[in-house]
């Protein structure tokens, strides 16, 4: 069996996102895996794309093995549908962007393509080429795995409507947030699966990272709120906070430490022997939508499969259990939803019912281990 993953990102990536866990999972599962990296083309430097400080340039178009059954492919455009950033260029260039995308080269990936038996395609300007995907391979299933908004992703407008579109040639569409599976259900059916969880890693015995004390994290590629990140430090001096991912450093204090992005592997103890959980998600202020990040991030389900408390904002005020909320630009609110976090301590059973990568795999192969 071969199945196909078109992601945003780069396999070789340091950081680790739902489409890498998916790509082991199957490869864990014995299947042909081509991890498909894209959209990708000269607008990327122009919007200062920071994959681009991975080798994908040398490595476009071209196949690169990097073990038995597992294939990375850089898909290198001409153009993409990028967002330009300024309405009129935007509402200028659709049309442009998306057929010249439309009609890329797809050299060796369109055999690959034309010999899968799964392909799936993550939420980003990629599902472009879902029509032409559609007919190099009639038979194989089509799957449309909704890991986030392209609203919130700000990606080009036209890309938006695309989305519409394409949505009817899919065998299968699964979305990891609820708004996202209300959002596209009123086009065709949507399942809302949540994202996996690493089972085998947290599950290993490890040693504390921590050297004591109170500790708080924050792990992710996604904008940290710096207000929050100043107040609690400044306010909770006792604490240590700790911040995984490719963020700059923001607020400097003796009790704010900046890890950069680690292997995950790494990460996981961090997360495992962590105090509190932070998900204090910056620059969403009157734009998160409903509880669309706090279903749909993946440290959410890490944390809480460790059982641990969860400070976030109060507009992702959601379904979702153990979590303590803070006003954005409150510095009051922020260190009483830390204190109570805190205080309400750690809650091993919300780990039930998270499934594992693996799980969720066989779920948008049909069924097909």
Known sequence: ???????????????????????????????????????????????????????????????????????????????????????????????????????????????????????????????????????????????????????????????????????????????????????????????????????????EETSSPYDGGINAVWVGRALLDPFFLESASARLPEWTFHVIGPAKPAVLRPNVVWHGELEFRRTVPFIKRADVGLAAFGGHEGQVPGNYLADSSTKMLQYAYCGLPVVAPSPLRSEREHVFYYDFGDADSIETALREALAAGKRPELGQGIPSWHELAISLAGGAA
């Open 1 to 203: 069996m071969k199945v196909v993953l078109v992601s945003y990102h780069y396999f070789e990536s340091k950081s680790r996102a739902g489409f890498h866990q998916l790509a082991e999972a199957y490869w864990d599962l014995g299947w042909d895996v081509v991890f498909v990296t894209a959209p990708l083309s000269p607008l990327s430097r122009l919007v200062r794309d920071r994959r681009l400080e991975y080798p994908l340039l040398e490595e476009a178009n071209r196949p690169k093995a990097v073990r038995d059954r597992l294939t990375s492919y850089v898909l290198y455009s001409r153009l993409h549908p990028a967002n330009l950033r300024l309405d009129l260029l935007n509402r200028a260039s659709g049309r442009i962007l998306v057929g010249t995308y439309r009609r890329s080269k797809l050299g060796p990936l369109a055999h690959e393509l034309e010999t899968a038996d799964l392909i799936i395609f993550e939420s980003t300007p990629a599902i472009v080429l879902v029509p032409i995907v559609r007919e190099l391979a009639p038979s194989a299933r089509l799957v449309y795995r909704v890991s986030d908004n392209l609203e919130v992703l700000r990606v080009h407008p036209a890309v938006l409507e695309i989305e519409r579109q394409v949505l009817p040639l899919f065998d299968y569409v699964s979305a990891a947030s609820r708004y996202s599976a209300r959002k596209l259900g009123s086009i065709r059916d949507v399942v809302y699966e949540q994202h996996g969880i690493a089972k085998e890693l947290f599950d």
